[in-house]
């Protein structure tokens, strides 16, 4: 339904359901400015902006000078992102016979844990992993696995229903069509469980 941000947290309204219990609730979500890096001028109006950004997550608003187009060097989004998802660094943008890559920084993305489920950490450093592991008798115990960057170059031929694929209309006088659609992306950071 809707989120605030406060100082130091994040206020999400959701509609009611049978059963809630707040115990067994995750948080999973965050609300993260993103930057579209060198994105050509005829997609900066709000609705391809949105489109192409949600591919990310779900967008929210645009930054002033986004919206001003006062500066020009990337469009900056408020997103809110599932941080249980795969995070994207780069997405594959066509248009019309055109197709570039763009590429998407992501302002303080906070860490997620994928064994508990919990945001302000990952899973090399989760107290609840740690607890688990057995109490040292003096053998060399396996490291937990720590983040690595992994980048997965797609081709457009290929069919995976779990890329995003967005059309993005660019808004001139009597032009509908999509000016672009988002094709393929890049995965940013791999999490493995120990």
Known sequence: MGSMNLKPGVLRLSKWTNDFNSHTQRQTHAQIWIRLIELPQEYWRQR?????????????????????????????????????????????????????????????????????????????????????KPVDNGKKMAEPVKKTKQYVAKSNTESNTSEPVIAAPIDKEKNTKPAARVVSAAQVTVHQDV
């Open 48 to 132: 391809t902006l949105f489109e192409i950004a949600s591919a990310i997550g779900t967008p929210l608003s645009l930054d002033a000078s986004t919206k001003n187009r006062a500066f020009g060097h990337y469009a900056r989004i408020l997103v809110d992102i599932d941080l249980s998802r795969r995070v994207f660094d780069i997405i594959r943008v066509e248009r019309d016979g055109y197709a570039f890559n763009l590429e998407i920084i992501y302002e303080r993305l906070p860490s997620y844990c994928f064994h508990c489920g919990i945001i302000g950490h990952d899973v090399t450093n989760c107290q609840r992993l740690q607890a688990l």
